[in-house]
């Protein structure tokens, strides 16, 4: 494949780009994608957010699952960063603490694959029976 | 924090914060002068004046988490300590200006670090803000533009993992040869 360099180069991609992009949304509507928040303040990046957000964004795409990946601000677990906020389609959301390379993996294959809970959850919104 | 990058990375967040919708990024290396800058400037809501002064404290934070803000304290530290400066000018309503110079070749400056990661990561997660990156390197430039890519790419959205691929190429491949 030849290298990206120019703008006239990434015009030439453009059909390519387009037919992934009809490749993935046929079947699936855009409300059943994953949606990942990584937390991205001072406390985050200090500890790491930039790798495992990279991380994310390649493995999701390299192991076919359709998720949109975008950042938030401190969301006060300073102590637990990096931290990620993970939204399966229609589902509530779960904030996972301490996740490195290792742990997002593990959150991939268990979490978001198979919907099985794995440490290093945070309690961030729970209802308990008396406010539901 | 241990790379120039990541302080861009974080300060940038501040601009998101502040609303912006176009966010300028420059860096330039100057071995000649022995300088080092980088800006972060956007069109955000600005900051009033006494707010301006008070910023390079850690005690100042405009979020509600917590009492204390790291960022520019952070980035001022990393620019005293390689005999550099940071000055921050806002207007409010109009946005806010952040320059950092730092002696290129000190020993305490800290390494630029993974610039094409952060600069893609910008305008990965967050699409509805535009990104302009100029790099200058002596006499030589280069300027990343996400409007003028949005506006080639007719409607395919630049997070796509395809594009994401390609146009971290093409910084990094165009950084190389600055």
């Known amino acids: ?132 | 924090m241990k790379e120039l990058a990541l302080h861009i990375l974080d300060i940038a967040q501040n601009s998101i914060v502040a609303g912006a919708t176009l966010i300028r990024i420059g860096i330039a290396e100057d071995m000649q002068r022995d300088v080092l800058s980088m800006t972060i400037e956007d069109n955000g809501k600005g900051m009033p004046s006494d707010m301006v002064e008070r910023v390079m404290s850690p005690y100042t934070t405009s979020r509600t988490t917590r009492k204390v803000g790291m960022g520019l304290p952070l980035l001022h530290d990393a620019c005293l300590a390689a005999n550099g400066m940071l000055t921050i000018e806002s207007v409010e309503n109009e946005g806010t200006k952040v320059l950092a110079t730092i002696q290129l070749s000190h020993i305490d400056r800290q390494p630029l670090g993974d610039i094409t990661g952060v600069i893609v990561l910008l305008f990965s997660a967050n699409p509805n803000i535009d990104f302009v990156y100029s790099h200058v390197r002596n006499q030589n430039s280069y300027i990343f533009d996400t409007r003028e890519v949005k506006e080639l790419l007719e409607g395919i959205p630049l997070n796509t993992p395809e594009v994401i691929k390609s146009i971290r190429e093409m910084i990094a491949l165009n950084l190389d040869e600055l």
């Open chain 1, 1 to 132: 494949m030849t290298k990206v360099k120019s703008l006239a180069d990434l015009k030439k991609m453009k059909d390519q780009f387009q037919s992934k992009i009809e490749l993935r949304e046929k079947g699936e509507d855009p409300d059943s994608r994953v949606q990942i928040k990584v937390a991205m303040a001072t406390c985050g990046i200090a500890s790491g957010a930039k790798t495992v957000m990279e991380f994310l964004i390649e493995e999701l795409d390299k192991r076919s699952i359709d998720a949109v990946v975008t950042q938030t601000g401190c969301m006060g677990y300073c102590y637990a960063e990096p931290t990620i906020e993970v939204k399966l389609p229609n589902q509530e959301p779960v904030v996972f603490g301490y996740v490195n390379n290792q742990k997002a993996d593990e959150i991939i294959e268990k979490y978001i694959k198979n919907g099985e809970l794995v440490d290093g959850i945070i309690p961030m919104n729970y209802n308990t029976i008396d406010n539901q």
